[in-house]
């Protein structure tokens, strides 16, 4: 079983920055695909919000583009979000999502959500 740990979430005001981190752990050896930073407002669905491969390309949603950078280090097994001026429509619940290969299996594992707030 892998588990995903998030950090960094937060209060924050308009116009801040807030940096998200998420570590994969397993006490068996695996091997992560794609990393994912999805997030979910209230009342609202969840929703991909940044994308990184293992080779590093990168896909943004287009509300934070410009804004978020999403990064990882492989030898950590960890993914970031530095979230640059936040607004606050970006108030929600983030979620590390992770596609990982263990013992030749693969499976989607969900972090437990970190609340990020921006005041206006």
């Known amino acids: 079983q892998v588990q995903l740990v998030e950090s960094g979430g937060g209060l924050v005001q308009a116009g801040g920055s807030l940096r998200l981190s998420c570590a994969a752990a397993s006490e068996s050896a695996f091997s992560i695909n794609v990393m994912n930073w999805y997030r979910q407002a209230p009342g609202k669905q969840r929703e991909l919000v940044a994308a990184?491969?293992?080779?590093?390309?990168?896909d943004y949603a287009d509300s934070v583009k410009g804004r978020f950078t999403i990064s990882r280090d492989n030898a950590k097994n960890t993914v970031y979000l530095q979230m640059n001026s936040l607004k606050p429509e970006d108030t929600a619940v983030y979620f590390c999502?992770?596609?990982?290969?263990?013992?030749?299996?693969?499976?989607?594992?969900w972090g437990q959500g970190t609340q990020v707030t921006v005041s206006s």
């Open positions: 999502n992770a596609v990982i290969t263990s013992r030749s299996v693969a499976n989607s594992y």
């Open positions: 990184i491969g293992r080779s590093g390309w990168t």
